[in-house]
């Protein structure tokens, strides 16, 4: 869709909604990577459909590198891109791939 209003009222959506589950998937995800995240060697994850970013927020501090891409990029470290045609990233360089709550495109 071609609509920026319409990207922006889903997210807004979504922020909404997630304060009402019981648990927020974001906060499942962080705490697994970090679970997963290794101390020794960089750990590399590719978030598609990131909205906000806040996934490489969360995890600006830890040893795992988040490469963040949505349809719309609000931020300097998102990448705008359609997730479901190409993902600028080579074959084979990520260790874990989020696709949480993709919905748009």
């Known amino acids: 869709n071609d609509d ?3 990207f922006e009222a889903y997210h807004e959506g979504y922020r909404e909604q997630v ?3 019981p648990a927020n998937p974001l906060t499942v995800i962080t705490n697994w990577l970090k679970a997963k995240g290794s101390k020794s060697k960089r750990v590399v ?4 459909g990131c909205g906000d ?3 490489a927020y ?3 501090n830890s040893n ?3 490469h963040s891409f949505d349809l719309v990029s609000k ?3 998102i990448v705008s891109c359609d997730i479901t045609k190409k ?3 080579p074959s084979c360089s990520v260790d874990f791939v989020v696709i949480s709550l993709a919905l748009m495109g």
Do not use: M, Q, T, Y
């Not at 994850?45 to 598609?48: F, I, S, T």
């Open 4 to 6: 920026p209003g319409l």
């Open 45 to 48: 994850c590719a978030d598609l």
């Open 75 to 77: 931020a300097s470290h």
């Open 19 to 21: 304060e009402k589950w």
């Open 64 to 66: 795992i590198e988040v």
């Open 87 to 89: 993902v600028p990233l």
């Open 53 to 55: 970013g806040l996934l």
């Open 58 to 60: 969360n995890l600006r």
